[in-house]
């Protein structure tokens, strides 16, 4: 009975509402008796619609009622009322329209506690509002709100009274302006006036900032926030603090410059009261499916004390960074790329802001290449330029440029066309390198000085020509031999004499163009061999044991290429090789025919899972690899055996991972502890000595994750909620309660005797775990057995505070030793709202 009433009711409302809105459609016709058929008067619909109708339909909806009142053209709804008009849409508890006015009003009831429920919700295109009341014009799109709470961007707006005009600017009275999602913010910024521009800007008066409802001392005469997804350039505030070793300071201030949406760039810097100081560049560039990158450079100057001092120091320091990266779209033939790391080797050591990757790198690289391949053809060209410095002894090498003309593999012998099996000659491959190789390595100080530069270039080019195939032997068996000639031409060769006064030997720089080849031949001989031992021991099923021996035979014959000979004032002879110095060294001069060995074995086993029923068996590996090999020359007189070399890897349970690597010199050693032509077997009784191992231990240990959801007061949409709460925590997890990484690496080495037996062993170690769903520790360390000292230490200490984020960085021994204390609104739109204390350690 009520659907019913309720049905009538509202089909008697919309006729109601386009008779009194004058759309809905008649004509006039005169009677027929004195006119004539065909003189009907047919008035157009547009001259009965209002001036002030509607553009378009208005939709009511309400889940109680919805009540007429004729005389005074109004339309009451009641219980979780809605009203769509375009792309309007308005909620609330009750809602009143004025039909003909055109203006609605929109409020929440009071429940049996005295409680609003049902407050009106406002949304407008991508714009929402929450109000405790809502009233609105349909023709001029204007609204008054009272005690509304809106999002813009990544701010939230709370006003007592707002005023909308048709753009959709929005003045506030008694506004709030704020990150933090909640319905009573942790914090805002209190003001008598604000301005929403759409898309544009939020301005404010004068306006204080507030902590849980109390005014703080931090005030500013006006504020422009961004209000568009869109960059703006602005000013980087930058971080004051005292050191007493560099004085006052002011570091990372500086401009951010948004040049287009293809490329930016910040510069910023570090001032310190005592005359040192900083500067740092960095720009991003990013072209759409064509490439993308970004640069970085630093320079700065330390100065310790003051020029009239005795103890008076400066240091300058630069570094450069290049990242270029090509979409693999824009030119498949042609890739261009870049990875560029440049500079003093003290610049890490001495930078405050650089990370603790870069400052425990002993070894920095570069490469810039270009790679072309001449379509469909086997040939590839490389140019590339390099260069790698170490920290610690200050060497740099430079290649530039180096050159690598390939050929891929092909075929010269076979069918265009194959018809039937493939003939065994078809098989046979060639292929083709040409490498070109300019370098120089100096210390870092040197290449100041060109002529020494130029003087310390080698450079050379290296052809290599292999032929090889592949030929099944016996069905199980796989044969491939090999032919190898190289080629090396070379355009500075050395000279060897000898001063006949103190019997020196003087080396000469020959420029003259000089040219040697070598050979070599090779084939080896592998299979496999499978065992499998099935099981009846619980979940384990099977175990598999796969051994892949390998025999191989290679010849290199006796090459005199490039051999010279000079004589002392012994007249003692003695050979050399005019190549030794050349950057791809020197041909193979003596004869050499090797028999290898080599022994690969792998174990795994097949478990039944107790979970996946889709795959019951799964495999699990206990030994990746284990590996033995050797080699015996058959062509020399003497220690005809190789070492022999040892190594096993494997991963248990995707969690602990063991790398072992040894070497054993299978001959004795005598009394003075020199090598003797005599098996260690034949002396010792064992097989040879071990002269070298290494041990890489290492696990990572965490504990289950858990989801765990967060209730709070919110005034968002649904997907805004959903938005910021992924979001929130992006840089801390707090679903993962604890984890563990854990590595322990021991060196061993002992050539000779127990007297130059070196061992070295050392300890890392890095993890967190959560103290509660909000605090969060995390750790870092490592020790050195050999030097009985602590690697470098870090503790870091995370408090989430909802909006805002309160951060310990502490470094408590070595030379970094410096403290770092944050706390900060977690939005970038406020990233400079932060109190930053932090002490500086010494760098001189």
Not at 582 to 610: C, D, H, P, R, W
Request: with cysteine; charged share 20%.
């Amino acid at each position: 009975m009520k659907n019913n009433y309720y049905t009538k009711s509202l089909c008697c409302f919309y006729l109601l509402t386009l008779l009194i809105l004058g759309i809905f459609p008649f004509s006039l016709t005169a009677q027929t008796d004195t006119l004539k058929t065909d003189s009907v008067l047919v008035m157009p619909i547009d001259s009965f619609i209002s001036k002030d109708a509607l553009e378009s339909k208005v939709e009511y909806k309400a889940r109680d009622s919805i009540r007429f009142d004729l005389k005074s053209q109004q339309v009451f709804l009641f219980g979780e009322s809605e009203v769509h008009y375009q792309d309007l849409e308005l909620k609330s508890e009750e809602i009143e329209s004025n039909l003909d006015s055109n203006i609605v009003t929109a409020r929440g009831v009071k429940d049996s506690t005295g409680k609003f429920i049902g407050e009106p919700y406002f949304k407008q295109g991508t714009k929402e509002f929450y109000a405790h009341q809502i009233k609105y014009n349909f023709n001029s799109r204007k609204g008054i709100i009272s005690d509304v709470k809106t999002q813009e961007g990544e701010g939230y707006i709370h006003g007592q009274k707002i005023y909308k005009n048709p753009d959709n600017i929005l003045y506030i009275r008694n506004g709030k302006y704020t990150t933090c999602n909640l319905a009573e913010p942790h914090y805002h910024f209190g003001t008598n006036r604000l301005k929403i521009i759409p898309n544009d800007k939020i301005i404010t008066g004068p306006a204080d900032l507030f902590i849980e409802n109390s005014p703080t001392p931090f005030a500013i005469p006006f504020g422009f926030f961004p209000n568009t997804e869109k960059q703006k350039s602005g000013i980087i505030i930058p971080m004051p603090g005292e050191s007493q070793q560099l004085g006052f300071f002011l570091l990372n201030g500086g401009y951010y410059l948004y040049i287009n949406e293809h490329v930016d760039a910040q510069i910023t810097g570090d001032y310190y009261s005592k005359g040192s100081w900083a500067t740092r560049l960095s720009s991003n560039y990013n072209k759409r499916y064509k490439f993308n990158g970004n640069i970085e450079s630093n320079y700065s100057i330390f100065k310790n004390s003051f020029k009239e001092f005795p103890d008076y120091s400066e240091r300058r320091d630069f570094f450069f960074r290049w990242r270029h990266n090509q979409d693999a779209k824009a030119r498949p033939n042609s890739v261009f790329s870049a990875n560029v790391n440049l500079g003093t080797s003290s610049n890490f050591v001495n930078n405050f802001n650089s990370s603790a990757t870069d400052y425990l790198s002993t070894n920095f690289s570069s490469t810039v290449s270009y790679t072309k391949r001449f379509n469909d053809s086997p040939f590839t060209l490389n140019v590339n330029a390099s260069h790698n410095q170490n920290t610690l002894s200050k060497q740099v090498n430079v290649r530039l440029p180096e050159i690598a003309f390939n050929m891929a593999r092909i075929y010269p012998l076979a069918r265009k066309k194959i018809v039937g099996k493939q003939r065994m000659y078809e098989k046979i491959g060639l292929s083709y390198s040409f490498n070109f190789r300019n370098e120089v390595t100096a210390t870092d100080s040197m290449y100041k000085n060109l002529d020494f530069i130029q003087s310390k270039l080698k450079n050379g080019i290296k052809h290599s020509i292999p032929i090889s195939t592949s030929l099944k032997v016996m069905k199980y068996f796989t044969l491939n031999p090999t032919v190898n000639y190289t080629e090396l031409w070379y355009l500075k060769t050395i000279k060897k004499s000898v001063d006949r006064f103190d019997n020196a030997v003087i080396t000469d720089t020959i420029t003259e163009f000089a040219r040697g080849g070598t050979y070599n031949a090779s084939a080896n001989l592998t299979t496999k061999i499978y065992g499998m031992y099935n099981l009846k021991m619980g979940r384990i099923k099977a175990i598999r044991h796969v051994i892949t021996p390998s025999v191989g035979v290679s010849y290199t014959p006796e090459n005199n290429s490039g051999i010279r000979t000079y004589t002392d004032t012994t007249n003692t002879s003695y050979k050399y090789s005019i190549f030794q110095e050349g950057i791809y060294g020197g041909t193979n001069s003596a004869k050499a025919g090797l028999l290898n060995f080599n022994l690969l074995q792998n174990l795994e086993m097949k478990v039944k899972s107790k979970k996946d029923t889709l795959n019951p068996i799964k495999k699990v590996t206990l030994l990746e690899n284990v590996s033995l090999a050797s080699s015996y020359n058959m062509l020399v007189d003497s220690f005809n055996w190789s070492n022999i070399s040892i190594g096993a890897r494997t991963s248990l349970f995707n969690k602990f991972n063991i790398n072992f690597n040894a070497i054993v010199d299978p001959y004795a050693l005598d009394t003075t502890g020199r090598r003797i032509n005599k098996s260690h077997l034949s002396q010792e009784g064992s097989i040879g000595r071990l002269t070298n191992a290494s041990l890489n231990l290492g696990f990572m240990l965490k504990s289950k994750t858990t989801a765990k959801t967060e209730k709070t007061t919110r005034f968002a949409s649904e997907a805004d909620l959903a938005y910021i709460n992924a979001h929130r925590n992006d840089y801390i997890d707090f679903d993962i309660p604890w984890t563990l990484n854990f590595a322990y690496n021991v060196y061993y080495s002992k050539p000779v005797f127990e007297d130059s037996k070196n061992v070295v062993q050392t300890v890392a170690f890095t993890g967190d775990f959560s103290l509660t769903k909000k605090w969060k520790v995390g750790f870092g360390s490592g020790y050195d057995f050999q030097l009985r000292d602590l690697s470098y230490t870090t503790l870091g200490i995370y408090r989430d505070l909802h909006c805002w984020e309160m951060d310990l960085q502490w470094i408590p021994v070595g030379p970094r030793q410096s403290y770092t204390f944050t706390i900060r609104v977690k939005s970038a739109m406020l990233q400079d709202l932060k109190l930053i204390r932090r002490n500086i350690p010494s760098i001189f």
